[in-house]
Protein backbone atom coordinates (compact mmCIF):
# COMPACT_ATOMS: atom_id res chain seq x y z
CA UNK A 1 0.00 0.00 0.00
CA UNK A 2 1.31 3.70 -0.19
CA UNK A 3 0.34 7.00 1.77
CA UNK A 4 -1.68 9.57 -0.11
CA UNK A 5 -1.40 12.90 1.19
CA UNK A 6 -4.36 15.02 -0.20
CA UNK A 7 -5.66 18.63 -1.12
CA UNK A 8 -8.74 20.30 -0.81
CA UNK A 9 -9.77 22.59 -3.28
CA UNK A 10 -12.74 24.55 -1.99
CA UNK A 11 -14.32 26.76 -4.63
CA UNK A 12 -16.52 29.75 -4.29
CA UNK A 13 -18.79 28.44 -7.54
CA UNK A 14 -19.51 31.44 -9.85
CA UNK A 15 -22.77 29.83 -11.44
CA UNK A 16 -23.82 31.10 -15.02
CA UNK A 17 -27.43 31.37 -16.00
CA UNK A 18 -28.49 29.81 -19.52
CA UNK A 19 -31.06 32.80 -19.42
CA UNK A 20 -30.83 35.74 -17.50
CA UNK A 21 -34.62 35.33 -16.33
CA UNK A 22 -33.92 31.90 -14.30
CA UNK A 23 -32.18 32.25 -10.95
CA UNK A 24 -28.89 29.69 -10.62
CA UNK A 25 -29.22 27.08 -8.01
CA UNK A 26 -26.71 28.04 -5.54
CA UNK A 27 -24.36 24.80 -6.12
CA UNK A 28 -20.76 24.87 -4.84
CA UNK A 29 -18.08 22.45 -6.40
CA UNK A 30 -14.72 21.27 -4.27
CA UNK A 31 -11.92 18.38 -5.59
CA UNK A 32 -9.75 16.48 -3.51
CA UNK A 33 -7.04 13.77 -4.98
CA UNK A 34 -4.02 12.53 -4.04
CA UNK A 35 -1.21 14.80 -4.57
CA UNK A 36 1.18 12.47 -5.81
CA UNK A 37 0.83 8.32 -7.05
CA UNK A 38 3.23 5.49 -8.72
CA UNK A 39 0.44 4.17 -10.62
CA UNK A 40 -3.29 6.04 -12.63
CA UNK A 41 -4.84 3.31 -10.96
CA UNK A 42 -3.70 5.01 -7.44
CA UNK A 43 -5.91 8.51 -8.62
CA UNK A 44 -9.16 8.85 -7.09
CA UNK A 45 -10.60 12.17 -7.89
CA UNK A 46 -13.40 12.56 -5.67
CA UNK A 47 -16.05 16.10 -5.80
CA UNK A 48 -18.25 17.21 -3.60
CA UNK A 49 -21.54 19.18 -4.72
CA UNK A 50 -22.78 21.47 -2.12
CA UNK A 51 -26.64 22.81 -2.34
CA UNK A 52 -26.30 26.00 -0.09
CA UNK A 53 -29.59 27.17 -0.76
CA UNK A 54 -32.70 27.05 0.86
CA UNK A 55 -34.47 24.86 -1.77
CA UNK A 56 -33.50 20.84 -3.15
CA UNK A 57 -31.81 20.70 -6.61
CA UNK A 58 -32.51 17.95 -9.01
CA UNK A 59 -29.28 17.43 -11.38
CA UNK A 60 -28.77 15.53 -14.53
CA UNK A 61 -26.23 14.06 -13.79
CA UNK A 62 -24.66 12.40 -17.17
CA UNK A 63 -21.16 13.54 -18.19
CA UNK A 64 -20.42 15.59 -15.36
CA UNK A 65 -18.84 15.14 -12.17
CA UNK A 66 -22.42 13.78 -10.44
CA UNK A 67 -21.73 10.69 -12.72
CA UNK A 68 -19.69 8.05 -11.64
CA UNK A 69 -21.21 5.35 -12.65
CA UNK A 70 -21.13 5.16 -16.45
CA UNK A 71 -17.59 5.34 -18.15
CA UNK A 72 -18.76 9.33 -19.29
CA UNK A 73 -16.20 12.19 -19.25
CA UNK A 74 -16.07 13.79 -15.64
CA UNK A 75 -13.23 15.70 -16.28
CA UNK A 76 -10.95 17.06 -18.56
CA UNK A 77 -7.64 15.94 -17.64
CA UNK A 78 -4.37 17.81 -19.10
CA UNK A 79 -0.38 17.79 -19.32
CA UNK A 80 1.74 20.64 -19.71
CA UNK A 81 -1.51 22.55 -21.90
CA UNK A 82 -1.55 18.89 -23.83
CA UNK A 83 -5.53 17.41 -22.80
CA UNK A 84 -5.30 14.20 -22.49
CA UNK A 85 -7.49 12.39 -25.41
CA UNK A 86 -10.78 10.66 -23.34
CA UNK A 87 -11.52 6.69 -24.16
CA UNK A 88 -14.68 6.38 -22.38
CA UNK A 89 -17.91 6.80 -23.99
CA UNK A 90 -20.75 9.31 -25.12
CA UNK A 91 -24.15 8.89 -24.80
CA UNK A 92 -26.81 10.27 -26.52
CA UNK A 93 -30.28 10.65 -24.49
CA UNK A 94 -33.59 11.46 -24.92
CA UNK A 95 -34.53 13.35 -21.51
CA UNK A 96 -38.59 12.82 -22.16
CA UNK A 97 -37.72 8.73 -21.80
CA UNK A 98 -34.92 8.67 -18.90
CA UNK A 99 -36.48 7.99 -14.96
CA UNK A 100 -35.22 9.36 -11.76
CA UNK A 101 -32.32 7.50 -11.76
CA UNK A 102 -30.98 9.82 -14.12
CA UNK A 103 -30.58 12.11 -11.67
CA UNK A 104 -29.69 13.59 -8.59
CA UNK A 105 -31.62 15.17 -6.19
CA UNK A 106 -29.08 17.83 -3.80
CA UNK A 107 -31.14 18.73 -0.94
CA UNK A 108 -31.29 22.01 0.50
CA UNK A 109 -27.73 22.52 2.74
CA UNK A 110 -26.06 19.17 1.65
CA UNK A 111 -23.20 18.02 -0.55
CA UNK A 112 -23.30 14.74 -2.77
CA UNK A 113 -19.96 13.27 -2.32
CA UNK A 114 -18.67 11.15 -5.69
CA UNK A 115 -15.49 9.63 -5.95
CA UNK A 116 -14.04 8.59 -9.76
CA UNK A 117 -11.76 6.01 -11.01
CA UNK A 118 -10.19 7.32 -14.05
CA UNK A 119 -7.42 5.42 -15.24
CA UNK A 120 -9.33 3.52 -17.84
CA UNK A 121 -10.67 6.82 -19.25
CA UNK A 122 -8.35 8.70 -20.36
CA UNK A 123 -5.05 8.16 -22.62
CA UNK A 124 -2.64 9.23 -19.79
CA UNK A 125 0.32 7.09 -22.20
CA UNK A 126 0.23 9.49 -24.97
CA UNK A 127 1.61 12.12 -22.47
CA UNK A 128 3.34 10.56 -20.44
CA UNK A 129 4.66 10.96 -16.63
CA UNK A 130 4.59 13.78 -15.02
CA UNK A 131 1.96 16.48 -13.43
CA UNK A 132 -1.70 15.68 -14.65
CA UNK A 133 -4.58 18.49 -14.18
CA UNK A 134 -7.76 17.55 -13.70
CA UNK A 135 -10.88 20.21 -14.28
CA UNK A 136 -14.25 19.07 -13.62
CA UNK A 137 -16.80 18.90 -15.84
CA UNK A 138 -19.80 21.23 -13.99
CA UNK A 139 -21.89 22.29 -17.07
CA UNK A 140 -25.29 20.68 -14.86
CA UNK A 141 -28.64 20.64 -15.97
CA UNK A 142 -30.90 21.32 -13.15
CA UNK A 143 -34.53 20.53 -13.33
CA UNK A 144 -36.59 23.61 -12.11
CA UNK A 145 -40.35 24.38 -11.59
CA UNK A 146 -41.27 23.87 -15.26
CA UNK A 147 -39.80 20.13 -14.91
CA UNK A 148 -37.42 20.98 -17.88
CA UNK A 149 -33.73 20.79 -17.29
CA UNK A 150 -32.26 24.53 -17.78
CA UNK A 151 -28.06 24.83 -18.10
CA UNK A 152 -25.80 26.11 -15.18
CA UNK A 153 -22.05 26.53 -15.18
CA UNK A 154 -20.16 26.44 -11.86
CA UNK A 155 -16.43 27.34 -11.92
CA UNK A 156 -14.75 24.94 -10.12
CA UNK A 157 -10.70 24.91 -9.48
CA UNK A 158 -8.45 22.21 -10.87
CA UNK A 159 -6.56 20.08 -8.83
CA UNK A 160 -3.14 18.90 -9.97
CA UNK A 161 -1.73 15.10 -9.51
CA UNK A 162 1.88 13.94 -10.21
CA UNK A 163 2.28 10.35 -11.68
CA UNK A 164 5.26 9.69 -11.08
CA UNK A 165 6.16 5.71 -13.16
CA UNK A 166 2.60 3.91 -14.35
CA UNK A 167 0.75 5.62 -17.31
CA UNK A 168 0.26 2.43 -19.12
CA UNK A 169 -3.49 2.73 -21.37
CA UNK A 170 -6.10 0.96 -19.90
CA UNK A 171 -9.20 -0.97 -20.73
CA UNK A 172 -13.07 -0.68 -19.36
CA UNK A 173 -13.82 -3.63 -18.49
CA UNK A 174 -16.84 -5.83 -19.51
CA UNK A 175 -20.26 -4.76 -17.98
CA UNK A 176 -20.99 -8.59 -16.64
CA UNK A 177 -17.60 -8.63 -15.12
CA UNK A 178 -19.15 -5.42 -13.14
CA UNK A 179 -21.78 -6.81 -11.01
CA UNK A 180 -23.29 -9.99 -9.10
CA UNK A 181 -24.68 -12.64 -12.04
CA UNK A 182 -28.88 -13.31 -11.77
CA UNK A 183 -29.69 -16.40 -12.30
CA UNK A 184 -33.41 -17.04 -12.50
CA UNK A 185 -35.23 -19.12 -15.87
CA UNK A 186 -38.79 -16.86 -14.74
CA UNK A 187 -37.90 -14.33 -16.98
CA UNK A 188 -40.33 -11.67 -14.74
CA UNK A 189 -38.73 -12.24 -10.94
CA UNK A 190 -35.21 -12.48 -13.89
CA UNK A 191 -35.67 -8.95 -14.29
CA UNK A 192 -37.22 -7.68 -10.38
CA UNK A 193 -34.12 -9.18 -9.31
CA UNK A 194 -32.02 -7.40 -11.55
CA UNK A 195 -33.87 -4.28 -10.57
CA UNK A 196 -33.59 -4.91 -6.88
CA UNK A 197 -29.87 -5.40 -7.26
CA UNK A 198 -29.51 -1.77 -8.52
CA UNK A 199 -31.56 -0.32 -6.22
CA UNK A 200 -30.08 -1.81 -3.46
CA UNK A 201 -27.00 -0.46 -4.24
CA UNK A 202 -28.11 2.71 -5.11
CA UNK A 203 -29.56 3.16 -1.52
CA UNK A 204 -26.15 1.60 -0.55
CA UNK A 205 -24.02 5.09 -2.14
CA UNK A 206 -26.93 7.46 -1.04
CA UNK A 207 -26.68 5.95 2.42
CA UNK A 208 -22.64 5.89 2.70
CA UNK A 209 -22.77 9.61 0.78
CA UNK A 210 -25.81 10.74 3.30
CA UNK A 211 -22.95 9.34 6.37
CA UNK A 212 -19.81 11.17 4.79
CA UNK A 213 -21.95 14.64 4.42
CA UNK A 214 -23.61 14.81 7.22
CA UNK A 215 -21.03 12.58 10.14
CA UNK A 216 -22.91 11.68 12.97
CA UNK A 217 -26.39 13.35 12.99
CA UNK A 218 -29.65 12.39 14.49
CA UNK A 219 -30.36 10.12 12.02
CA UNK A 220 -26.95 8.21 12.42
CA UNK A 221 -27.01 8.07 16.15
CA UNK A 222 -30.73 6.45 16.08
CA UNK A 223 -29.64 3.47 14.18
CA UNK A 224 -25.80 3.33 15.21
CA UNK A 225 -25.43 5.33 18.83
CA UNK A 226 -21.90 6.10 19.45
CA UNK A 227 -20.55 3.77 16.48
CA UNK A 228 -17.63 5.03 14.18
CA UNK A 229 -19.06 7.07 11.04
CA UNK A 230 -16.24 5.39 9.02
CA UNK A 231 -17.06 1.95 10.36
CA UNK A 232 -20.91 2.20 8.93
CA UNK A 233 -19.73 4.17 5.85
CA UNK A 234 -17.33 1.29 5.06
CA UNK A 235 -19.83 -1.56 5.13
CA UNK A 236 -22.73 1.26 3.08
CA UNK A 237 -19.30 1.51 0.45
CA UNK A 238 -18.74 -2.10 -0.16
CA UNK A 239 -22.19 -2.75 -1.05
CA UNK A 240 -22.39 0.51 -3.26
CA UNK A 241 -19.31 -0.74 -5.09
CA UNK A 242 -20.03 -5.00 -4.87
CA UNK A 243 -18.47 -5.92 -8.04
CA UNK A 244 -18.27 -9.74 -7.90
CA UNK A 245 -18.83 -11.48 -10.93
CA UNK A 246 -19.00 -15.18 -9.92
CA UNK A 247 -21.83 -14.32 -7.00
CA UNK A 248 -25.41 -15.45 -8.44
CA UNK A 249 -28.71 -13.69 -7.24
CA UNK A 250 -31.25 -17.15 -7.83
CA UNK A 251 -35.16 -16.87 -7.33
CA UNK A 252 -34.38 -20.94 -7.08
CA UNK A 253 -34.48 -22.01 -2.79
CA UNK A 254 -31.69 -24.20 -3.88
CA UNK A 255 -30.85 -25.19 -0.22
CA UNK A 256 -35.17 -25.27 0.93
CA UNK A 257 -34.81 -22.32 3.16
CA UNK A 258 -37.65 -20.57 2.22
CA UNK A 259 -40.03 -21.25 5.04
CA UNK A 260 -42.86 -19.13 5.42
CA UNK A 261 -41.81 -15.52 6.58
CA UNK A 262 -37.67 -15.70 5.12
CA UNK A 263 -37.66 -13.39 2.28
CA UNK A 264 -33.97 -14.48 1.38
CA UNK A 265 -30.90 -15.67 2.65
CA UNK A 266 -27.20 -15.78 1.70
CA UNK A 267 -24.70 -18.61 1.82
CA UNK A 268 -21.76 -17.76 3.24
CA UNK A 269 -19.59 -20.10 2.15
CA UNK A 270 -20.67 -18.58 -1.56
CA UNK A 271 -21.96 -15.16 -0.88
CA UNK A 272 -24.40 -16.64 -3.23
CA UNK A 273 -27.87 -14.90 -2.56
CA UNK A 274 -31.13 -16.80 -3.23
CA UNK A 275 -34.67 -14.97 -2.93
CA UNK A 276 -37.98 -16.59 -1.69
CA UNK A 277 -41.12 -16.52 -3.20
CA UNK A 278 -42.38 -13.45 -0.45
CA UNK A 279 -39.52 -10.95 -1.94
CA UNK A 280 -41.40 -10.74 -5.51
CA UNK A 281 -43.97 -8.89 -3.51
CA UNK A 282 -41.59 -6.15 -2.08
CA UNK A 283 -41.56 -2.62 -4.11
CA UNK A 284 -39.37 -0.18 -5.35
CA UNK A 285 -37.48 2.46 -3.29
CA UNK A 286 -39.87 5.12 -5.07
CA UNK A 287 -42.64 3.85 -2.97
CA UNK A 288 -40.89 5.33 -0.03
CA UNK A 289 -42.19 8.70 -1.50
CA UNK A 290 -46.28 7.18 -1.14
CA UNK A 291 -47.42 4.16 -0.44
CA UNK A 292 -45.32 2.90 1.92
CA UNK A 293 -43.36 3.00 5.19
CA UNK A 294 -39.80 2.20 6.08
CA UNK A 295 -40.87 0.67 9.36
CA UNK A 296 -42.92 -1.69 6.63
CA UNK A 297 -39.58 -3.20 5.03
CA UNK A 298 -40.84 -4.23 2.05
CA UNK A 299 -38.17 -2.40 0.19
CA UNK A 300 -36.76 -5.26 -2.29
CA UNK A 301 -33.49 -2.48 -2.87
CA UNK A 302 -33.47 -2.44 0.97
CA UNK A 303 -33.89 -6.36 1.01
CA UNK A 304 -30.84 -6.57 -1.67
CA UNK A 305 -28.61 -4.37 0.43
CA UNK A 306 -29.24 -6.59 3.92
CA UNK A 307 -28.09 -9.21 2.27
CA UNK A 308 -25.02 -7.77 0.26
CA UNK A 309 -23.71 -6.54 3.40
CA UNK A 310 -23.62 -10.42 4.92
CA UNK A 311 -21.64 -11.00 1.38
CA UNK A 312 -19.04 -8.27 1.50
CA UNK A 313 -19.03 -6.97 5.15
CA UNK A 314 -19.40 -9.99 6.88
CA UNK A 315 -22.38 -8.57 9.07
CA UNK A 316 -25.21 -10.78 10.76
CA UNK A 317 -28.79 -11.04 11.86
CA UNK A 318 -28.53 -9.89 15.63
CA UNK A 319 -32.42 -8.96 14.70
CA UNK A 320 -35.42 -7.45 12.36
CA UNK A 321 -37.37 -4.44 12.80
CA UNK A 322 -36.84 -0.69 12.86
CA UNK A 323 -37.73 -0.53 16.08
CA UNK A 324 -35.40 -3.01 17.18
CA UNK A 325 -32.60 -2.04 15.31
CA UNK A 326 -32.99 1.56 16.81
CA UNK A 327 -33.26 0.10 20.25
CA UNK A 328 -29.60 -1.60 19.23
CA UNK A 329 -28.46 1.67 18.02
CA UNK A 330 -29.25 2.98 21.89
CA UNK A 331 -28.19 -0.06 23.46
CA UNK A 332 -25.49 -1.80 21.83
CA UNK A 333 -23.92 0.07 18.75
CA UNK A 334 -21.06 -2.42 19.13
CA UNK A 335 -24.08 -4.78 17.79
CA UNK A 336 -25.90 -2.18 15.87
CA UNK A 337 -23.24 -2.28 13.79
CA UNK A 338 -23.03 -5.82 13.06
CA UNK A 339 -26.74 -6.19 12.44
CA UNK A 340 -27.57 -6.17 8.49
CA UNK A 341 -31.00 -4.94 9.75
CA UNK A 342 -29.75 -2.00 10.87
CA UNK A 343 -28.28 -0.86 7.67
CA UNK A 344 -31.65 -2.13 5.37
CA UNK A 345 -33.31 0.71 7.79
CA UNK A 346 -31.18 3.21 8.11
CA UNK A 347 -30.49 3.24 3.82
CA UNK A 348 -34.30 3.27 3.37
CA UNK A 349 -34.62 6.14 6.33
CA UNK A 350 -32.37 8.27 4.40
CA UNK A 351 -33.49 7.64 1.22
CA UNK A 352 -36.94 8.82 2.32
CA UNK A 353 -35.60 11.90 3.91
CA UNK A 354 -33.62 13.29 0.94
CA UNK A 355 -35.04 11.81 -2.41
CA UNK A 356 -39.14 12.52 -1.48
Known amino acids: MFSLAFITLATSAVLSLATPAKRAPALEVSVTAPTEVHSIDDIKVTAAVTNTGSEDVKVLKFGTVLDNHYPTRSFTVSKDGLVAN ?39 EELGTGAFEFEPVTDFQVVEADAKPHAYKVSASKVKVNVKSDVAKREIKAAH ?21 SEGKSLASI ?33 ASENSSSRTLSCTDT ?16 TNIYFCSIFFNEVASSRLCSGTT ?47 DNYNCFATQVYQNTQC
Request: proline residues 3%.
Open 86 to 124: FTGIKLQIDLDAVDDTAYVVIPAGETVVVEHEVAPLYNF
Open 177 to 197: EKRARVTCSNSSQNSFISSSY
Open 207 to 239: AANYVSSNGANSLFRSYFGSASTSTVRSVLSAV
Open 255 to 270: YGYCDPGVIAYTLIST
Open 294 to 340: VASRNIRGGTVLHELTHAVAGTTDVGYGCSYDMSLGSSSPSQAVRNA
